[in-house]
């Protein structure tokens, strides 16, 4: 816990805050623990003060948008994607304590699992050191991707984004997501997806989850421009 402490920038003065933080549900199971020792009512805490701090930046840096705008940006910061990459970029899965079964299945580069251990810890030090603590870790970590919403640049939605574009060709097209291929141990498998547009490949990707490997098809078949050939 000391070396996540380091990773922060932040000292906890109650220790057994981070502790909780960083137990998943699948432990306290597991070890016969109360329902208080996992990190779901430290998540509950730290998705309040996420939503507000970077919606107030977000009010700050965009004076002329409404509130749907705000919303539609907050989300791209806040949504499980972005939070467990953030909580990958820390390696946070490393400290989270899981159940056997949990963690032989991958947990601990699960996107669900980490983004709430992430949340948990935002909440952990809210409750160990005051909002103005919790609000400078979460700027400190998550304040590229502020700035990236308030520019417009991080819509990662891909797979809507590539729905909305066909849709507006017409009627008659059909996307379809197909598995190529899963690759490593249960703990560690990397997935790669095709997609097509009317059995036409227009994009392939990998993830260590098909949604993400869905996600990265997507991406490529809008931004290389493979679509210029089935329409």
């Not at 208080?36 to 509950?44: A, D, G, P, T």
């Not at 946070?92 to 980490?114: M, P, T, V």
């Not at 919403?149 to 849709?167: H, I, M, T, W």
């Amino acid at each position: 816990m000391k070396r996540l402490e380091e990773v922060i920038d932040y000292k906890f003065k109650n220790t057994g805050l981070l502790e909780n933080a960083l137990t998943h549900s699948s432990y306290s199971g597991e070890n016969s623990l109360e329902y208080k020792c996992n990190n779901e009512r430290l998540e509950f805490i730290g998705d309040a003060y996420l939503d507000a701090i970077v919606g107030a930046e977000l009010y700050e840096m965009l004076p002329q948008e409404h509130e749907g705008v705000l919303s539609r940006d907050r989300s791209f910061v806040v949504c499980e994607e972005s939070l467990a990459e953030t909580a990958e970029g820390i390696e946070l899965g490393k400290y989270i304590r899981l159940g056997k079964g949990e963690d032989a299945c991958g947990g601990r580069h699960k996107a669900s699992i980490l983004a709430d251990a992430f949340e948990a810890v935002l909440g952990a030090v809210f409750l160990d050191g005051g909002f103005e603590e919790v609000r400078r870790i979460t700027l400190a970590l998550l304040g590229e991707k502020i700035k990236l919403a308030a520019a417009g640049e991080l819509d990662n939605d891909y797979k809507s984004r590539l729905q909305e574009f066909v849709q507006s060709k017409g009627n008659g097209f059909r996307i379809k997501y197909n598995l190529i291929r899963t690759e490593g141990p249960d703990h560690d498998k990397l997935f790669t997806v095709n997609v097509t547009v009317n059995d036409k490949v227009v994009g392939e990707g990998t993830g260590k989850s098909k949604a993400k490997a869905e996600q990265a098809a997507a991406r490529e078949a809008v931004s290389k421009g493979e679509l210029q050939f089935v329409f």
